[in-house]
């Protein structure tokens, strides 16, 4: 493969600020800025790590790590709640500097962002300069810093905004693409979690190279259709476009308590409360769900969980606490004590869309669905 055949000639732009809910709260408090701070739940408590700065890192703590587990890591860390006011204020400055170059942006979250300035406004010469100007901006209209990637497509963006945090802009080019790539550890892909690292490092892949060196059928045999995925990403090929549109493909709800809970009419009592949120959400933004899933971590950590898809899309509160009442019970084991408990909606259908235009009816007045069973 040359690479005339992997340069399509786009120029793709991939930002993300660094440690942003915690770059928030260090920006509006300064005394802490050299400190470990740590955004989510209260230490000690069971809640979990939203983000937290470079300095807390140092200590092992990460996203999505229980608040307890990062006390014990970082006892003099400062644990504070997420201002969502303030990080929502700065995500519309950074949202609204992305459009003064390019109307193809592609916000993957509150916090990062996909941009094709194949064509960009300001005329600049390349992408890298865009990148530049952009990541100026942002510092100086919000006082935070961002780290940028770019390259000829939305993977290779992606890792190169990984390379060089915080505060980086790395480039690749299509002549450095398939070396870094081959180089790559395999757990730094794009794509690839913990588990399927771990499998792949049990299969012998460590790198990109060991993963190049398999064919299609042979990680077709491991990884099912994922597999061509993979076997072309680490070609350098994506040929995934900006879409400036997203389409939400799941919605989930959760509740982690302070203290275990056996009780099931407690646990009801917090499934009403999720249906409640979920239904006013989904209402709120125009779709339903045709799959509803039951998420519980018991008092031990093992987590399960129990899914159910109806035929006809819902919305309705009492649907979602119906549904998920009876997977709950049918979950539980005798005298539980649990965790976490939570919904999650799937096979989502929206009212726009023309091909699900007839399913969007409010079916469900007239179903026969007994709610109180």
Known sequence: MTVKDIDSGRKIIHVDMDAFFAAVYIRDHPEVKSKPVICGGPANSRGVVSTCNYEARKYGIHSAMPSFQAHKLCPHGIFVRPDFDRIREASEIV????????DLVEPVSIDEAYLDVTNNKMNLA??????????KKIFERTQLTASAGVSYNKF????????????GLTVITPKKALKILEELPIGKFHGIGKVTEKKMNYLGIRNGKDLKDRSLKELSKHFGKVANF?????????????????????????????????DVEEMLE????????LSGKMREKKFKAKTLTVKIKYAN???VSRSKTLDLPFDDEKIMLHIGRKLMLETLGPKCSIRLLGFSLSNL????????????????????????E
């Open 95 to 102: 949202r609204k500097i992305f459009y003064e170059y390019s």
């Open 126 to 135: 390349s992408a890298t300069e865009v990148a530049k100007e952009i990541r």
């Open 156 to 167: 290779l963006a992606k890792t190169a905004s990984e390379m060089n945090k915080p505060d």
């Open 230 to 262: 993979y076997y072309h990403i680490v070609r350098g090929i994506d040929n995934r476009q900006v879409t400036t549109s997203r389409i939400r493909k799941s919605l989930g709800c959760e509740r982690t308590f302070s203290k275990d809970i056996d």
């Open 270 to 277: 917090v499934l009403k409360t999720i249906s409640q949120k």
């Open 301 to 303: 950590f093992d987590m």
């Open 349 to 372: 259908v929206w009212e726009n869309d023309e091909n699900n235009k007839q399913q969007v009816l409010p079916f469900f007045e007239e179903t026969e669905l007994a709610v109180g």
